[in-house]
């Protein structure tokens, strides 16, 4: 921390002397902020700490399940530093966000410069939040629940290294603020998050499915859609692979602007005082994937004789990923009251390609030829002291697609086979703001249950009749404390 300020001064020194003007600086309730004189430059630090308490139990169906995989620990769920600001003027903006990693480094998530001549006008260049859903849009540390839902989780988009125009225009006044529009456009790298799409699946057993990553499977890791924080190498590879991304999003506040907030934090105490706002985003992207020996492999890449195709000489693989997300949120305030709710769609369709093509995959029934997945959230908070505790509770769930594949190992067809496990999650919690977000206590508990894609079937065979899926579901209880500083 001590070098990154080193750092700052030391790019920030020509600036203020060539002003010839001393710098204002203020250590507020949150950050350190350094502006000049004439304004013309800010620099501000905000330091984020979450230290948190997880107790998790984990429930299987049958003897057979992963009964026993609990855990209880306190650990930091996030230590976070923001710089952002302006240089020369304010339509010269900045804003870089490192997560601090232990045994890992620094994680770079937003780093980006912004030029904002006017309102309806904005150029980002770097790396950013891909414009997707709302939730995700929202810092870590503005919400009152822990974590993000589930199906936030499975669709949103990530970070991505682009371009993107962004504004607002003010269509009329209201009796409190202006109605406001606003838009994002990007195009951006698209590195897929994984080369087989899967978001926790588990492998089949004589005795039913095992999880072979619990992670993978209760946090949705993965899947078709974008992961682009990583410092990737400038040449081809299977994450850079000459494939783009482009996303818009559009909002549309009649009331008034809605923050950036999950709650109905600094409420106006007005029974008239009521805001809404909808917001629609789509991105799409395609993606050569591998999924050599996974399901994937045993689609795409056994031919109809049982022999397996060579990988093609430039690194590309044969089989293309088309890949659609699209979201639909909205947002209710009203004198502490808030409603949040998403609706998700995701499609992917396959095609061959190569060596491939040869093959007439559209016969075959155990070929996936596209898939459709879905998911939706409803969270609601009420502030039963005002600005101080806000008691909250959610519901979210995420659908995948079912269509039937290959066993890997035995190229066996398998009924009842999707990208993840069907997952319920019903939750609730309180939110004690101390001082706002800069000092808060976090209690929440929520219930997952999940279908796993595929289990045995009611005769106890792996392949070809009624599949029966195993169901498992978790308990986690979390209690969090947030500063910023």
């Known amino acids: 921390m001590r070098i990154l300020l080193l750092a700052a001064a030391l790019l920030l020194a020509p600036t203020l002397l060539a002003q010839n003007e001393a710098p204002e600086s203020d250590l507020g309730s949150s950050g350190l902020r350094i502006t000049s004189a004439d304004e013309a430059f800010e620099f501000t630090l905000i330091t984020a700490v979450q230290f948190r308490y997880t107790y998790h139990d984990t429930r299987g169906e049958g003897e057979n399940g992963d009964n026993g995989r609990d855990y209880h620990n306190f650990r930091f769920a996030g230590v976070r530093a923001f710089f952002h600001g302006h240089l020369f003027d304010r339509s010269f903006q900045y804003r870089l966000w490192l997560v601090w990693n232990w045994g890992g480094g620094v994680r770079i998530e937003d780093a980006f410069f912004r030029w904002a001549p006017e309102e309806y006008f904005n150029v980002t260049v770097g790396q950013m939040r891909v414009p997707a859903t709302w939730e995700y849009l929202v810092d870590h540390e503005r919400t009152a629940l822990p974590d993000r839902a589930i199906a936030d989780a499975a669709f949103s988009q990530g970070w991505g290294k682009g371009i993107e125009i962004s504004g607002m225009l003010g269509l009329y006044e209201t009796d409190f603020d202006e109605a406001l529009l606003t838009w994002q456009v990007g195009l951006f790298n698209g590195a897929i998050a994984n080369s087989d799409g899967s978001q926790g699946r588990g492998v089949i057993a004589p005795d039913g499915v095992h999880v072979t990553d619990q992670a993978a499977t209760e946090q949705f890791n993965g899947g078709f859609r974008n992961s682009d924080w990583q410092v990737n190498p400038e040449n081809f590879s299977q994450i850079v692979d000459g494939q783009m991304m482009v996303a818009a999003r559009v909002e549309f506040h009649p009331m008034g602007r809605v ?227």
């Open 259 to 485: 923050p950036k907030h999950m709650v109905d934090l600094g409420a106006l105490d007005d029974t008239a005082a009521w805001f809404v706002m909808v917001g629609l985003a789509a991105n799409w992207m395609s993606a050569r994937v591998d999924g050599v020996g996974t399901f994937l492999g045993a689609i795409y890449y056994s031919n109809p004789q049982g022999t397996t195709l060579p990988a093609p000489a430039s690194g590309r693989r044969h089989t293309d990923a088309q890949i659609f997300h699209g979201t639909v949120d909205g947002h209710f305030r009203w004198i502490g009251l808030s409603v949040n709710w998403a609706l998700h769609l995701r499609t992917v369709n396959f095609s061959a390609r190569g060596a491939l093509q040869e093959f007439n995959l559209a016969q075959d029934e155990y070929v996936v030829k596209s898939t459709q997945d879905f998911g939706a959230t409803i969270d609601v908070g009420y502030f039963v002291l005002p600005d101080q505790l806000v008691i909250g509770t959610r519901f979210s769930y995420v659908d995948f697609d079912e269509f039937k594949s290959r066993d890997a190992a035995t190229n066996n067809p398998i009924d009842g086979d999707a990208f993840g496990a069907d997952s319920y999650e019903y939750g609730g919690g309180l939110c004690w703001f101390i001082h706002g977000d800069n000092l808060k206590l976090q209690a929440d508990y929520r219930y997952v249950a999940q279908q796993l894609p595929h289990g045995n079937s009611r005769s106890g065979a792996t392949a070809g009749t009624v599949r029966v899926s195993d169901w498992r579901v978790f308990h986690e209880v979390r209690l969090q404390l947030q500063w910023m500083f």
